[in-house]
């Protein structure tokens, strides 16, 4: 695809983004006023949300820069597409790590997910940016003409969500089965806006289909009265 400066690149509108971000912004707020349990996994929790701001506000600036195309340097919107392609990566990243500890596993399974993890970070973030240098990805020629080229974030995308269904269906009987459903179901959810948005050529929910398995997470696991284990925590829940 080869294109001038345009008005909007990809059918994007920042609907989607500001959206991702006035959500994080109720969810900093919520989680300083309700009572969560600040564990280990919640701390993975908190920096799936600063990724996902890093990820919204990145592919806002990236996009807006490219109608600047011939009046900005390039490298601007290089930079500001490789953070918006790095929040999306870390945040699935991320929710391999946090996975880890609701599922209890052992220390064979950790290393082994743990390095497919990291190597399928390292290969997509690495792959996405040679293809800007190496010309098969995306990038902008000196005369301002936009190549799209070959796009590797969908490959990553599916890798990672492969991924974690494995891991989730593999050992779903160590968590609360009800938590395990919410959580694949949401994920799910987002699959299908990624497929209709692609459909209509669009790619401006593509950080908030993020969003989605994050409001799961919050409510199914840090603030609701199931035990990821075995089920209600307390007699009124118990009795509800």
Request: aromatic fraction near 18%.
């Amino acid at each position: 695809m080869e294109t001038g400066a345009v008005l909007y690149y990809e059918n994007y509108s920042p609907v989607g983004d500001v959206l991702v971000l006035a959500i994080c912004l109720v969810f900093v707020v919520l989680i300083r006023t309700a009572y969560i349990s600040k564990t280990k996994s919640f701390q993975t929790f908190k920096w799936m949300l600063i990724f996902l701001v890093i990820a919204a506000i990145g592919d806002m600036v990236y996009h807006m820069s490219l109608n600047a195309v011939g009046t900005i340097p390039n490298i601007i919107i290089y930079i500001f597409r490789f953070l918006y392609h790095l929040g999306m990566f870390a945040n699935l990243y991320l929710f391999v790590v946090y996975m880890k500890e609701p599922l209890q596993l052992d220390q064979r399974d950790q290393q082994v997910y743990r390095m497919a993890n990291i190597i399928g970070f390292v290969f997509f973030m690495g792959i996405d940016i040679v293809g800007s240098f190496a010309g098969f990805g995306f990038y902008i020629t000196q005369h301002g003409q936009i190549h799209k080229g070959f796009s590797f974030f969908p490959l990553g995308y599916i890798f990672y969500v492969v991924f974690l269904f494995i891991i989730a269906l593999r050992h779903r009987s160590r968590v609360y089965q009800k938590i395990l459903l919410g959580v694949i179901f949401t994920c799910l959810v987002s699959i299908m806006i990624m497929f209709v948005q692609g459909l209509f050529g669009q790619t401006s929910f593509t950080v908030s289909t993020f969003l989605l398995p994050a409001i799961a997470i919050l409510y199914l696991i840090h603030s609701n009265p199931y035990d990821i284990e075995l089920g209600p925590v307390n007699s009124d829940a118990f009795q509800d």
